[in-house]
T-cell receptor
Framework: DSGVTQTPKHLITATGQRVTLRCSPRSGDLSVYWYQQSLDQGLQFLIQYYNGEERAKGNILERFSAQQFPDLHSELNLSSLELGDSALYFC??????????????FGPGTRLTVL | AQSVSQHNHHVILSEAASLELGCNYSYGGTVNLFWYVQYPGQHLQLLLKYFSGDPLVKGIKGFEAEFIKSKFSFNLRKPSVQWSDTAEYFCASRSYNTDKLIFGTGTRLQVFP
């Protein structure tokens, strides 16, 4: 158990819908990262938040957005869902960004299926 | 752009065989390199990491990796695999200008008894 929790574990929804994925980082970690794992794209970085502020952005679609709340949990919002959004979404957390010794701890993931 | 390549997509071994999984990275500056393992249905777990110093890094579960700067490689090794090592293995590099991890495509390892 990495200490990073994600809910829900599984999500099945229809095209055009909107879903919210939730992540709670390890105790004391200020940074949260979101990654998408799909068969065709592999593991791709989406976005990073540090202490409530967006720090880095990857290949995140405009239909997707995220935020980190004052209690440091993060939510990833996916809207106007398409079949191709079906994937495993991982959250990771780390203590402090910028450190050369930064290690990310991954949560169990949320498997999203869009029908 | 920074990238990580894993050339072995699927490896099948018998128990007790030796393992070496290839990983090459593209960035020529200071690198932070990682190997993660993903057991079926589970999350990514860190096997080992390299930041600096001794290029031979020892990780958990008997795994080790060697950082060879001249070859831009960070291959994962284990002298004798077990059935329980069946999993997907990902090599990753930390982006030089952000904290994001850049992953390879992964290698699926199947170990048969």
């Amino acid at each position: 158990d990495s200490g990073v929790t994600q809910t829900p574990k599984h999500l099945i929804t229809a095209t055009g819908q909107r879903v919210t994925l939730r992540c709670s980082p390890r105790s004391g970690d200020l940074s949260v990262y979101w990654y998408q794992q799909s068969l065709d794209q592999g593991l791709q970085f989406l976005i990073q938040y540090y202490n409530g502020e967006e720090r880095a952005k990857g290949n995140i679609l405009e239909r997707f957005s995220a935020q980190q709340f004052p209690d440091l949990h993060s939510e990833l919002n996916l809207s106007s869902l398409e079949l191709g959004d079906s994937a495993l979404y991982f959250c990771a957390s780390s203590a402090s960004p910028g450190s050369s010794y930064n290690e990310q701890f991954f949560g169990p993931g949320t498997r999203l299926t869009v029908l | 752009a920074q990238s990580v390549s894993q050339h072995n997509h699927h490896v099948i071994l018998s128990e007790a065989a030796s393992l070496e999984l290839g990983c090459n990275y593209s960035y020529g500056g200071t690198v932070n390199l990682f190997w993660y393992v993903q057991y079926p249905g589970q999350h990514l777990q860190l096997l080992l990491k390299y930041f600096s110093g001794d290029p031979l890094v020892k990780g958990i579960k008997g795994f080790e990796a060697e950082f060879i700067k001249s070859k831009f490689s960070f291959n994962l090794r284990k002298p004798s695999v077990q059935w329980s090592d069946t999993a997907e293995y990902f090599c990753a590099s930390r982006s030089y200008n952000t904290d994001k991890l850049i992953f390879g495509t992964g290698t699926r390892l199947q170990v048969f008894p």
